[in-house]
């Protein structure tokens, strides 16, 4: 199984300011038959459930504000939020969706400083 | 509006079963994957079960093999998994999501299951 491991596991970020969070994987999730990176990050407020963010490591989905950004390649990933916002306080986690079985991060809670 | 609204949890004690649905609706059912993920109260996501789009292609976490079954029907836009041989370690809030291909964007608001006697 592809192991992913996240950090920090919280984080507490003045509003306005950036806010960087890691994702380490196992084994590679880049496919060498599309180059293309086999990972999402997902935005989850209490009580809800989550939300896609991020796919293919860096494509945002419809909706999502452009502070968030996902980078990396392979190994290593990272999201940012360029300018935090309030309503950004939630738990985010990273997937890979490479091979099965899909595999989360242990989630990284982001709060305001 | 894309839709997709579990039922079917509750409170089981050890060993007993429970069969939970996912009904969909606003998109094209049968054009989606569908899982299953869930979440021990105050922890992490775990996936659980994946169905192919028409059914015939499943897998599970290795935890539930042999126990949980994932189904989906769809003519009635509904997926469903069930639940046997229930354990305290499968207390969690279970999701219903969909995607195209293994990109899951539609989620539901999840239902609970505590196992406890």
């Known amino acids: 199984d592809i192991v992913m491991t996240q950090s920090p596991d919280s984080l507490a970020v003045s509003l306005g300011e950036r806010a960087t969070i890691h994702c380490k994987s196992s084994?590679?999730?880049?496919?060498?038959?599309?180059?293309?990176?086999?990972l999402a990050w997902f935005q989850q407020k209490p009580g809800q459930p989550p939300n896609l963010l991020i796919y293919?490591?860096?494509t945002r989905e419809s909706g999502v504000p452009d502070r968030f950004s996902g980078s990396g390649s392979g190994t290593d990933f990272t999201l940012t939020i360029s300018s935090l916002q309030a309503e950004d306080v939630a738990v985010y986690f990273c997937q890979q969706y490479y091979d099965a079985p899909l595999t989360f991060g242990g989630g990284t809670k982001v709060e305001i400083k | 509006e894309v839709q997709l609204v579990e039922s079917g949890g509750g409170l089981v004690q050890p060993g007993g079963s429970l069969r939970l649905s996912c009904a969909a609706s606003g998109f094209t059912f049968s054009n989606f994957w569908m899982i299953w993920v869930r979440q021990a109260p105050g922890k992490g996501l775990e996936w659980v079960a994946t169905?192919?789009?028409?059914?015939?292609?499943?897998n599970y976490v290795d935890s539930v093999k042999g126990r949980f079954t994932i189904s989906r029907d769809n003519a009635k836009n509904s997926l469903y998994l069930q639940l046997n041989s229930l354990r305290a370690e499968d207390t969690a809030v279970y999701f219903c999501?969909?995607?195209?291909?293994?990109?899951?964007?539609?989620w539901g608001q999840g239902t609970l299951v505590t196992v406890s006697s």
């Open positions: 169905i192919n789009k028409d059914g015939n292609g499943k």
């Open positions: 293919w490591a860096s």
């Open positions: 999501a969909g995607g195209v291909g293994w990109i899951f964007d539609y």
């Open positions: 084994q590679s999730v880049l496919s060498s038959s599309d180059n293309r990176n086999y």
